[in-house]
């Protein structure tokens, strides 16, 4: 097809610019300022700020607070991640039977978690957790279980907050998975019931290779965003007790932009940038090499 | 067979029940009058119904703002980010130029970096530009994204090189191709990318926080944060509040859901 260049440049260039300058450039920048001890002093007058080399890195590594932050973080994707993956696969299965009437309806009430403000639900189910007057536990209580602490203890404000982000994101995965099942072909089922497979055979051996490249898909989204919580703890346990669901970039965020040492703040958002960056590597790694068996 | 069809749906409800419950909770006890929902056992029900509540969000509290921050903010920030990336896109789709795939490529590697990363500096840009708590913190970083040029250029590849070249054999301009031809064209494409960027924009925590610093300027998730600072023990209260957050996205969603799942799709098979 015939066409002009500077046309092809005039319809880039606002689109482009904007990238660019307000997201590469940032992210350039902020390589940079990891390297520096910009603080709250070099916020006012850029003079005092000082290359400082790995510093940040170093002391990083070296911070028990930055520890716990990843720990909570890793704890949230590892529980979370597999947890609602596992949950929108068998919902995607449930919907897509034969079986199933009202289909539209149960996706739909399934799916608006998903769509829904996350401040907003985050603080719904903190007066769901609550310990005395939260649904959670008087529906518990006809089950003779105790009313558990749920946000105030330790122990369960994790897979209090995991429980929560399941709710809100299996819907999303389940979307995908019911699409990439109608994509399986149904002779395929058809074979293996004439060969004598029973159901739990079809799934492992048709439903889920045929569903590996949704599966790798579907887990490289979920583990990027569980890896970037930010909100649900920030409002319903304000990263608390004890610090147990400090996430990364919450602590980022405390760092950067309540304490204003954006040095280090930038050296912490580096290193979730390439904790992503490798989750997402191995995840492709483990896809190829069960390819190949 | 009779069993596994009613057992099926028995399992379905109940999960379509345990997903809606907090919801219906929250709707119940945002109409209850001060105090009515902190009570053992839980009230599924309001015992009295009152709008008390939004009454005091809107008349003592001033969220009314906070709705119009957000609303301004989603929905100038789809229309303007809309033109912006379905020009690129359809340049991408469209046109041969000099360093194409380079820069395609590039841009798509912004992809797999998470915005956190860029707020740091942003914040120091916006702020010497004297833009921070303003308006312009917000949308600046939402004029174009990489997300979107990609949508559009997917679906502008589908469009026939012969419907332009008519319209250029008709003395038509790129502009005027681009505005009439194509735009009508994408259509489809247009309403899912407007969907996902009006209820990114209206669901954004994180950057309004940073970047918007007096309650008159905050956006509902924010000010529903802020809110939540003072007002812990009133459940009624900021239920009102939660339910005003999420009732707009909601709409959207349940008026355009089809376009909403088409984009799910489309991301999925192709992202």
């Known amino acids: 097809m015939k066409t002009n260049q500077s046309a092809a440049y005039f319809f880039l260039a606002p689109a482009i610019s904007a990238i660019l300058l307000f997201f590469f450039v940032p992210v350039i920048a902020a390589l940079l300022m990891s390297f520096t001890d910009f603080d709250i002093y070099s916020l006012g007058d850029y003079s005092f700020l000082k290359f400082v080399g790995f510093k940040n890195y170093i002391s990083l590594f070296h911070d028990p607070l930055f520890w716990t932050a990843l720990k909570n973080t890793f704890y949230f994707v590892s529980v979370a991640g597999p947890l609602s993956i596992l949950v929108s696969l068998v919902s995607a299965m449930l919907l897509n039977s ?26 719904v189910w903190r007066f769901v957790y609550h310990p005395r007057f939260g649904i959670l536990n008087y529906f518990l209580s006809f089950f ?18 995991i429980l929560m982000s399941v709710w809100k994101n299996f819907g999303y995965n389940m979307i995908i998975f019911i699409a990439g099942l109608q994509n399986i072909p149904e002779y395929l089922y058809e074979a293996a019931e004439i060969e004598g497979a029973n159901r739990w055979q079809q799934f492992k051996s048709i439903t889920l290779p045929m569903l590996a490249p949704t599966t790798l898909f579907v ?8 890896f970037q919580i930010f909100a649900e703890p920030y409002i319903m346990t ?56 | 067979m009779k069993f596994r069809e009613v057992s099926l749906h028995f399992f379905l409800i109940a999960t379509g029940l345990l997903t ?4 219906i909770w929250m709707v119940s006890a945002s109409f209850m009058a001060e105090g009515h929902a902190s009570v053992y056992p839980p009230r599924l029900f309001p015992d009295e119904f009152t709008f008390e509540q939004y009454n005091i969000l809107f008349s003592r509290l001033n969220v009314g703002i906070n709705f119009f921050n957000s609303l301004f903010l989603a929905v100038s920030i789809t229309l303007i980010s809309l033109f912006l990336n379905s020009m690129a896109g ?32 942003l914040f120091l840009m916006l702020k010497s530009m004297g833009l921070i708590n303003t308006y312009f913190a917000i949308i600046i970083p939402g004029l174009a994204n990489m997300f979107g040029i990609f949508l559009i250029r997917q679906y502008a590849l589908s469009i026939p090189d012969s419907l332009i070249e008519a319209a250029r054999m008709d003395g038509a301009t790129d502009f005027q191709i681009y505005l009439n031809v194509m735009l009508p064209l994408a259509k489809p494409i247009l309403v899912t990318l407007a969907i996902f960027t009006f209820m990114t924009i209206w669901n954004d925590f994180l950057w309004p926080l ?11 998730p924010v000010a529903l944060a802020n809110l939540m600072g003072e007002h812990t023990r009133d459940p009624e209260l900021m239920m009102a509040g939660s339910v005003i957050t999420i009732i707009p996205v909601l709409i959207v969603f349940l008026v355009l859901q089809k376009y909403y799942m088409e984009g799910i799709m489309m991301g999925s098979v192709k992202g």
């Open chain 1, 238 to 293: 304000q990263g608390g007790p004890l610090n147990s669901t400090l996430s990364i970039v919450q602590y980022m965020y405390q760092e950067g932009f309540r304490w204003w040492n954006m040095g280090y703040s930038a050296a912490i958002a580096f290193t979730l940038f390439f904790i992503i960056f490798v989750g997402t590597t191995i995840q492709f790694k483990i896809q190829k090499s069960s390819e190949l068996i």
């Open chain 2, 210 to 220: 940073i970047a918007l610093t007096d309650s008159s300027m905050y956006t509902l």
């Open chain 1, 98 to 123: 034969k079986l199933v009437k009202f289909r539209g309806i149960f996706r739909l009430s399934y799916f608006i978690p998903v769509v829904t403000t996350l401040v907003a639900v985050a603080v």
């Open chain 1, 144 to 161: 003779s279980i105790d009313p558990i602490d749920w946000l105030g203890d330790p122990i369960w404000a994790m897979p209090s907050i």
């Open chain 2, 90 to 121: 359809f340049a991408f789709a469209k046109y041969r130029f000099k360093g194409k795939k380079h820069l395609f490529n590039l841009l798509m590697s912004s992809m797999i970096i998470p915005a956190q990363v860029t707020m740091l500096p």
């Open chain 1, 219 to 226: 887990s490289i989204i979920t583990m990027i965003g569980f």
């Open chain 2, 20 to 23: 809606l419950t907090p919801f």
